[in-house]
């Protein structure tokens, strides 16, 4: 499963809501979890990688905002929209 620009951010911000820890032990902070719980979709905690989040960060585009804002808008209402 591919993981979406939008859940990674999603993901960073639950990492920072709940502690802050540096982006390289994201992955470790993930096998603690139950991302089907947190993030909606069966993950595995090594898609967390640095180097993925990176991307995320990196290209900032209309759609990746798009992605972010459309799974946090729906999650109230059952789900994430994923585009």
Do not use: H, Q, W
């Not at 993981?3 to 911000?13: D, Q, T, Y």
């Not at 502690?19 to 905690?45: N, Q």
Request: glycine share 8%.
């Amino acid at each position: 499963m591919e993981v979406s620009p939008g859940m990674m951010i999603f993901a960073m911000v639950l990492d920072t809501l709940s502690g802050r820890t540096p982006f390289y032990r994201l992955t470790e902070f993930f096998e603690e979890k139950d991302t089907v719980l947190l993030l909606l979709a069966d993950i595995e905690p090594e898609r967390f990688c640095d180097s993925n989040l990176g991307r995320a960060i990196r290209n900032p585009t209309p759609r990746v905002a798009s992605s972010f804002f459309f799974f946090i808008a729906g999650l109230p209402f059952g789900g994430p929209v994923f585009l």
